[in-house]
């Protein structure tokens, strides 16, 4: 799947999950394949509401079984980095963080990226429910099999200088 047919998709998931975008939304909706070339499996599909010095919201769309890879917000500036709460709008998320591994977890890195994926404490969200993480945590997320949308409250996002594991990675 290209960028534009991903971004496509991603209105359309929006509007059959009855998450009404305005026009100009819709044209600022976000598609990155973090410079894998791999965006089925690897990607993120996203529309920012609202990020400033204080706060952020965002709206994220996962395909299903597509990986949102391992990464960290850092101290930047004199702020501790950014700290977030997902809440799972539709589908299931499970999300992995730091902390004790969990046994039979239910995803997997995607294939030859193993490496890049070091926390394994397993979080699954249903719509409705959330979690929130910490500040300079590393963490990674994966859509279920019907993929998934995310709602994203944070502290102020620099998606710029998050921290990924995999040093191929581009934002």
Request: hydrophobic share 30%; net charge negative.
């Amino acid at each position: 799947m290209n960028f534009k047919e991903a971004k496509k998709r991603t209105t359309r998931e929006f509007e059959e999950k009855g998450i009404v975008l305005t026009e100009g939304e819709k044209d600022r909706i976000e598609v990155t394949d973090f410079g894998l070339e791999r965006l089925d499996e690897i990607g993120l599909q996203l529309i920012v509401y609202v990020n400033n010095s204080r706060y952020c919201a965002k709206e994220m769309v996962l395909f299903p079984g597509q990986t949102c890879p391992e990464h960290r917000h850092p101290p930047v500036g004199g702020s501790e980095g950014k700290m977030e709460t997902f809440r799972c709008r539709h589908g299931k998320v499970f999300l992995y963080v730091e902390g004790e591994r969990t046994r039979d977890r239910n995803c997997n890195a995607p294939p030859g990226n193993e490496e890049y994926y070091t926390v394994k404490k397993e979080i699954i969200l249903y719509p409705g429910e959330q979690f929130t993480i910490r500040a300079d945590t590393k963490h990674w997320f994966q859509a279920g099999k019907e993929g998934a949308i995310v709602s994203e409250f944070s502290s102020r996002s620099r998606d710029d200088l998050d921290v990924f594991t995999n040093p191929a990675i581009e934002r």
